[in-house]
């Protein structure tokens, strides 16, 4: 797994982004794509705000995703293997760049067909807890036709990615504005901070 993690922080380090495509294993990106659709079953993923005091209706203007958070102490394997990765990911960042890390928070994200999310940041304005953003992809057989590609803003470069299943996205999260254009399907993913509290 270090290569792996090593390609991301030279990513990093490069241009301020780094993307892996078979991150982890076709099956954990299906047995975690399973447990998004159990959540969506039974009506355990809610509407996703923006503010603490905005509506449905103003939230819906910026973003119209669906999340349900994730538990650190996994109790489900698939979960808990996620888990264990991205905090074996942590510690290879404290120990090779000083990062600091001492803390994660996940949540699965449902874009039914029609929904976007607008240019953002990751970090709220009252709270720098979160570091690094990393999202994973559990799409199948995404296509180009299909949208709700990741855009990132870079100055006056743009870096387009498509939600490909297995494929992982990390960027800074205080430093790269990012938006996820309309999804002509079904979008599911993981969205993951890395912070430090
Ligand atoms: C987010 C986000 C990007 C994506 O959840 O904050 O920007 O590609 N997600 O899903
Ligand atoms: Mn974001």
Redesign the pocket.
């Known amino acids: 797994m270090d290569e792996k993690f090593e390609w991301l922080v030279q990513g990093m380090m490069e241009h301020e982004y780094g993307t892996i495509d078979d991150f982890i294993s076709p099956a954990l990106v299906t047995s975690l794509r399973n447990n998004l659709l159990v959540r969506k079953e039974k009506g355990l993923m809610t509407n996703?705000g923006v503010g603490q005091h905005s509506s449905f209706q103003e939230n819906a203007k910026v973003?119209m995703?669906q999340?349900s958070w994730m538990e650190d102490d996994q109790k489900d394997p698939s979960e808990e293997s996620y888990h264990r990765l991205l905090w074996a990911f942590i510690h290879y960042l404290n120990s090779t760049c000083y990062t600091g890390l001492n803390g994660f928070e996940s949540?699965f994200?449902w874009?039914a067909k029609g929904s976007f999310?607008k240019r953002?940041l990751?970090q709220f304005k009252n709270d720098s807890g979160r570091k690094y953003?990393i999202?994973l992809?559990l799409n199948e057989q995404w296509m180009d036709c299909d949208g709700?590609?990741?855009v990132m803003y870079k100055g006056d470069e743009t870096i387009t990615?498509a939600?490909l299943g297995g494929r992982i996205?990390f960027f800074e999260s205080d430093r790269i504005a990012?938006?996820?254009l309309p999804a002509h399907r079904t979008?599911m993913?993981i969205?993951g901070w890395m912070k430090q509290i």
């Open positions: 996703a973003r995703d999340i949540h994200a874009y999310y953002h990751d953003s999202v992809y709700g590609e990741l990615i939600p996205v990012h938006e996820v979008r993913s969205a």
